[in-house]
């Protein structure tokens, strides 16, 4: 009975992803016994948990509209780094007027906003055309915004960073006063539950997942493929703008140079460590959402550790690729052909 609860609970979806999580965060208690205190400073929350569960925000948001695009079109868009770029771009120059360091709004801090989202979905929404309409290959067609897009970004600025020294700006980045709740983590917790209802209480997470395995198929029982991929890739589009605009309110400036940088693969690592196929199909917002806190765990314990900038990269593979290997369909088949051995050896014994 025992060795069944046990086997109920390891062939879960999400039980990897969580042990994996779980997993990073254990070893912090040999190497940073530190690791798990909470203290209050100015009335906000410090630690590395409260440090994790902030920095992680901006993926976790990326990693909720690449589940989406992974399903729909078994593809991956490398350009949402890029378009966070942009997207940061876009609202400093409109709410600096232009000039590259502002201590005052040009324009309405909400004019802003919209704009960064708008633009955000807009290249979304090219993405969209050119790998649902025009069925180009979807890393293709997303290569031509990561490589243009930075380039966009500091057109914007005039190749300079611009800066938006007001208060205000900084609190999507940081947090609001009385409340000691990094900003980011509650955006990233709304987009969360906000996916989830929108998916769960519509047919469209049925939808996309209809149109991941057979898109085919699904055309011929009348759900429009075409558009639902479309509408995956404007989601996308608008969940980079997002992360932009707090990636952009933490440094209080547009970066086009290093804000998103490189996030697309951790949004896509985040995918699969989740347990989520690139082949699309079936997918879980969880354990993307997992992922991406076992990814800005594991850059954590290796800073908290004092590796260097330059060298966390490279554990940081090493672990990932360990963890990816672990939930690969070739790992579980010979997982089970060891079991059957084990099974077999042991009926073998008990018979002599």
Not at 97 to 115: D, H, I, Q, S, V
Not at 145 to 160: C, E, S, V, Y
Not at 163 to 171: A, H, I, K, T
Not at 226 to 252: D, K, N, P, V, W
Request: hydrophobic letters at 50%; one cysteine or more.
């Amino acid at each position: 009975m025992n060795q069944e609860k046990i086997k109920n609970i390891t062939s879960q979806r999400l039980f990897l992803p969580i042990f994996c999580l779980i997993l990073v965060l254990l070893i912090n208690v040999v190497t940073t016994p530190n690791f798990f205190s909470i203290s209050i400073r100015d009335g906000v929350l410090y630690g590395y948990i409260i440090d994790i569960i902030n920095r992680a925000s901006e993926l976790v948001i990326l990693a909720i509209g690449m589940t989406l695009v992974v399903s729909a079109s078994a593809g991956t868009d490398i350009s949402v780094g890029a378009i966070m770029a942009v997207s940061a771009a876009v609202c400093c120059n409109i709410l600096s007027g232009g000039e590259r360091a502002a201590t005052e709004y040009a324009n309405p801090l909400l004019l802003g906003f919209l704009a960064a989202i708008i633009v955000g979905v807009l290249i979304g929404c090219f993405n969209g055309f050119l790998v649902a309409k025009l069925n180009i290959q979807p890393m293709v067609a997303t290569l031509i915004m990561f490589t243009a897009g930075r380039g966009i970004a500091q057109l914007i600025t005039d190749g300079q960073i611009t800066y938006v020294r007001v208060d205000s700006y900084r609190v999507l980045g940081a947090s609001f006063k009385g409340i000691p709740i990094p900003t980011p983590f509650i955006v990233a917790a709304i987009m969360v539950a906000f996916t989830a209802l929108l998916l769960s209480k519509t047919a469209l997470g049925m939808y996309i997942q209809s149109v991941g395995i057979n898109k085919k198929a699904s055309s011929f029982i009348g759900i429009k493929s075409i558009f639902i991929i479309f509408l995956t890739y404007a989601y996308c589009g608008f969940c980079s703008g997002l992360a932009g605009l707090i990636a952009s309110s933490r440094i209080y400036s547009a970066d086009a140079n290093n804000i998103g940088l490189n996030m697309e693969l951790d949004a896509i690592l985040a995918v699969a460590i989740g347990g989520n196929s690139l082949a699309g199909g079936k997918f879980s917002i969880a354990g993307s959402v997992i992922g991406a806190y076992t990814i800005q765990a594991l850059t954590t314990t290796l800073y908290a550790m004092h590796v260097s900038s330059d060298q966390v990269p490279v554990y940081k593979a090493i672990v990932v690729v360990i963890i990816v290997a672990l939930q690969s369909p070739g790992f579980a088949r010979w997982r089970k052909n060891l079991a059957k051995k084990k099974s077999v050896n042991v009926s073998q014994k008990e018979a002599a």
